[in-house]
């Protein structure tokens, strides 16, 4: 526009080369490659035969369930959903149906597009209904003893060949596929919540499961639109365990001075879609909270900072009860600091006789990174995840990470 076309062309070459050598384009380009690459397993072939599904079984009609079932939905895939009794059922379904109006209202969704989805969609409250489902995902509350249950009666009424999945976040999926008599057609897929709208897919391989049950699921990914990164058996798989790591140093920085708001100020400056704490107000500071109780009998000699536990004893579980690490107002996710949680914090922290020192910006910000490191260079180092770039295609896709950096 500024320019004759000829020193104009000349310009947008310049330009382009120096663009070429930012460690952005770098970034960009490795993000690439490497969620192609997440797709390649060394030895599972890519002409492995696949298992035919036709139909999905999901067990459970939560907010998991749901957006789960969603995914099938969209690409045209009939889901028959179970769940212990009618009045869950029909929540699960007003859930469902709400999410595909508001797409309509914005202009996403055609009207029939949506009724289409909407009739692929059975319900039932008996196990034998599922009986000719090729797979089946378990999406129930996060307890072992639950879970056995619900495989035990899947085990009894699924077709010979038929996948089991459990969308478990932290159990062991190799004990789940222990309580069934077919464990090598049990395998784990970890769907990140929204799960209609996040791109992750955890899939889990447990020490049985067939190669074609691994290749399957992974093509399924494909077809729903899932990024696909496989996992081995750990306490929670690649994203889960490395967050931990990540949570207990932003607690140990509440600790030593800062506050919830500047250490989620920090890592949102360097380029995290949300930092530790409003991300734990938005999934549930209860959750964090059952695992750590689970962690304080496995692993007494780990240590947390308290101040998440005091937080969940006054009752502030996040957005979904109006209060967490910061205060909500009915109807909006805005976070607003919380005299109440500063207070805590700062007795909590006289208690253990720490005099709060000022923490830059830079420190939390390397701390934080720095957890999430130390765990995916141990993850890696045990062959939980097949290559480095998976676990950046993990955070990248599933966690926030800033594209831009790469991973």
């Known amino acids: ?48 035969p696949l298992r035919e599904v036709k139909t999905v079984a999901m067990i459970g009609a939560g907010t998991m369930g749901g957006g789960i079932a969603m995914n099938f939905l969209n690409a045209g895939i009939p889901v028959v959903m179970l769940e212990t009794n009618q009045e869950a059922l029909d929540k699960g379904v007003a859930t469902i149906r709400k999410n595909y109006e508001s797409q309509v209202k914005r202009g996403k969704l055609k009207q029939d597009q949506a009724e289409q989805r909407m009739a692929l969609l059975r319900t039932t409250l008996a196990y034998d209904d599922l009986k000719d489902a090729d797979i089946a995902i378990e999406a129930v509350f996060e307890d072992f003893a639950v879970k056995e249950q619900v495989f035990k009666q899947l085990d009894a009424v699924m077709k010979p060949g038929a996948i089991l999945a459990t969308n478990t976040s932290t159990l062991d999926v190799n004990k789940i596929a222990a309580c069934t008599k077919r464990p090598q057609d049990v395998i784990g897929t970890h769907f990140f919540s929204p799960a209609n709208v996040m791109k992750l897919l955890e899939v889990v391989r447990g020490e049985k499961t067939a190669k074609d049950v691994l290749a399957t699921v992974m093509a399924l990914g494909k077809k729903i639109r899932k990024t696909c990164v496989v996992s081995g058996v750990c306490d929670g798989f690649i994203g889960n365990r490395m967050i931990e790591q990540y949570s207990r140093q ?38 964090g909270w059952y695992i750590r109780k689970r962690r304080y009998v496995e692993k007494p000699d780990l240590r947390y900072s308290k101040t998440a536990d005091l937080l969940c004893e006054m ?16 109807g909006k996710r805005d976070a607003i600091a919380s005299p109440l949680v500063d207070d805590m914090i700062a007795k909590h922290r006289a208690e253990l006789g720490i005099a ?3 923490i830059g910006d830079d420190e939390i910000v390397q701390r934080l990174v720095f957890a999430l490191v130390n765990e995916g260079a141990k993850i890696v180092d045990e062959g939980i995840a097949l290559r480095a770039s998976d676990i950046d295609v993990v955070y990248l896709t599933g966690y926030g990470f800033p594209l831009h950096r790469g991973g």
């Open 315 to 330: 009752g502030r579980f996040g957005q979904k009860t109006g209060a967490g690490w910061y205060d909500y107002k009915p």
């Open 1 to 48: 526009i500024q320019l004759p076309f000829d020193a104009g062309m000349k310009k947008e070459r310049e330009t382009f080369l120096a663009l070429m050598m930012t460690p952005e384009s770098k970034a960009l380009r490795h993000a690439f490659f490497a969620e192609r690459g997440a797709g390649k397993i060394p030895d599972v072939p890519a002409d492995t």
């Open 356 to 358: 709060p020192r000022r």
């Open 250 to 287: 932003a607690g140990f920085l509440l600790e030593e001075g800062c506050t919830p708001a500047q250490v989620d100020r920090a890592v949102e400056k360097f380029g995290m879609a949300m930092g530790p704490f409003r991300m734990s107000d938005l999934a549930g500071n209860d959750v």
